[in-house]
């Protein structure tokens, strides 16, 4: 009987130890995997232009191939590239930039890219200008959480506002491919795209066409200066919610404010506040709504000079530049910054003295005291660190 007992016991401690060495290699593994995929999305690769559209004066398009051959990481419609770039000879710090992926393919040959070249921005003149056909440049992993959620959505509609249309571009493109597969749970699809002129709007002809081969899929283009000209090709005003929805109604469909809408807007912060705001009191739920913010958007530019110290080893003024971070970085102070938005949190900065205006609200979660330098501006002298 002893024997049986030590038998059973000798087994039974064999089999926890086999169990404890599992659950330990699984836990290794997953731990490896977990580090593998933080280095590739860290580890930049490098890329050709290989094709470059000039859409207007201000709006570039290009695709990107790697050098290196290997397969494309593949993305989800609405992510963004970033790209890593020097803009002046000499320059230590990389410049990085976030654009949202324009064209999406469930398995990417090349990455393509959508535009807007700023006033007042260095870095996408600089693209505008050095983003020629065979020109390199190096870029980090697809990322970002403004996604198309194709499995738990049966009516889509998109909003965009000038350059904003790229990453609803990619969404349409992955709608339309999962609508021809028989794959998609979708119904329906609605763009609603405004801009200044029919000159500023980007991929026009291929959203137009779209609507008359695509029967799920609605345009709905809108150009908010008024035009003398009699019959104007486009439809002219301010978009708005109840515009939105009234259009939707008049489709036929009575889906607008249910639960089985799903919002998506991307383009002028001022625009998507204001339309997500009226969606709200329209009935529209917030989990409902979703919106990628491509920065500060305009901002009023102020002749008011602010010295701003910077730890205890720089000191700087701040005149006109758009942002806190954009000054950090003219005076070559090295901060991390990624999404320029207020998404990734990467620009923190803690206040120790001094007072902020907040140009935009941001995504990431901070602390008592803690700004993003992409959304604020200083409205007195200020100590800071970063």
Not at 97 to 120: K, M
Not at 164 to 183: C, D, E, K, N, W
């Amino acid at each position: 009987m002893i024997s049986l007992l030590l038998l059973l016991v000798f087994l039974l401690g064999g089999t926890w130890l086999m169990l404890l060495q599992g659950d330990i290699i699984r836990r290794h593994y997953r731990l490896n995997k977990q580090r593998q995929q933080q280095h590739l999305a860290n580890t930049p690769r490098t890329f050709k232009v290989v094709a470059r559209q000039d859409m207007s004066a201000q709006h570039f398009s290009v695709r990107l191939q790697a050098i290196d051959k290997r397969p494309l990481e593949k993305f989800q419609a609405g992510q963004y590239l970033t790209l890593l770039t020097k803009t002046q000879a000499g320059q230590e710090q990389v410049s990085r930039r976030c654009y949202s992926l324009a064209r999406w393919q469930n398995t990417p040959d090349v990455y393509e890219l959508g535009i807007q070249r700023e006033q007042r921005g260095e870095v996408s003149n600089w693209l505008h200008q050095h983003l020629q056909l065979d020109a390199t440049i190096q870029a980090l992993p697809p990322k970002g959480h403004f996604v198309f959620d194709l499995k738990n959505t049966e009516h889509a509609v998109l909003i965009a506002g000038g350059i904003g249309i790229t990453p609803l571009r990619a969404m349409i493109h992955q709608f339309v491919a999962q609508q021809y597969s028989g794959r998609s749970k979708v119904k329906s699809l609605h763009l609603f795209y405004t801009a200044k002129s029919v000159t500023n709007m980007c991929y026009l002809d291929e959203f137009s066409a779209l609507a008359f081969t695509c029967p799920n899929f609605y345009f709905f283009p809108l150009v908010s200066q008024t035009s003398h000209t009699p019959n104007p090709p486009n439809p002219q005003g301010r978009l708005s919610a109840p515009k939105i929805i009234q259009h939707i109604k008049q489709g036929g469909h009575d889906f607008a404010t249910q639960s089985d809408c799903q919002y998506y807007l991307c383009g002028p912060n001022a625009m998507m506040d204001d339309i997500t705001a009226d969606l709200i009191q329209q009935g529209v739920t917030r989990d409902g709504i979703h919106f990628e913010r491509f920065g500060a958007g305009a901002v009023t530019i102020s002749d008011a000079q602010y010295s701003v110290k910077v730890g205890t080893k720089h000191e700087l003024v701040f005149h006109q530049q758009p942002n806190l971070l954009v000054a950090l970085e003219h005076q070559g102070i090295n901060i991390q910054s990624e999404c320029r938005s207020g998404e990734c949190g990467q620009c923190k900065i803690t206040l120790h003295s001094g007072e902020i205006n907040q140009q935009i609200e941001p995504e990431a979660p901070l602390a008592a005291g803690e700004y993003l330098a992409c959304c604020c501006v200083p409205a007195s002298d200020l100590h800071i660190a970063v």
